[in-house]
């Protein structure tokens, strides 16, 4: 369901204050009374593509996972213990 429409319903139906919906969503007053003027505003977000640290380790680091969520607990190997063999 879409975010704004949640907002208006919240506000219009319910009678839920923008303080209280302010805190439910997380999104600032200003943010919320701006769904609210207007009749349908798509949320965007731009995220720029940033390649990751990890991303020259991830096929090794997901067959570990792998390999390590079959085994029991005391015999897994530790986050030191992965980052050791990674600097290795």
């Not at 600032?28 to 020259?56: C, H, M, Q, W």
Request: glycine share 4%.
């Amino acid at each position: 369901m879409e975010l704004s429409s949640v907002i208006r319903r919240w506000h219009h139906r319910d009678r839920i204050p923008i303080r209280e919906i302010e805190r439910r969503t997380g999104l600032s007053r200003n943010t919320i009374r701006k769904y609210l003027r207007s009749g349908a505003v798509e949320v965007r977000f731009k995220v720029p593509e940033r390649p990751s640290r990890l991303d020259p380790f991830a096929d090794k680091l997901s067959e570990w996972l792998r390999v390590e969520a079959d085994k029991g607990r005391k015999g897994r190997r530790t986050v030191r213990r992965i980052h050791a063999d990674l600097v290795a």
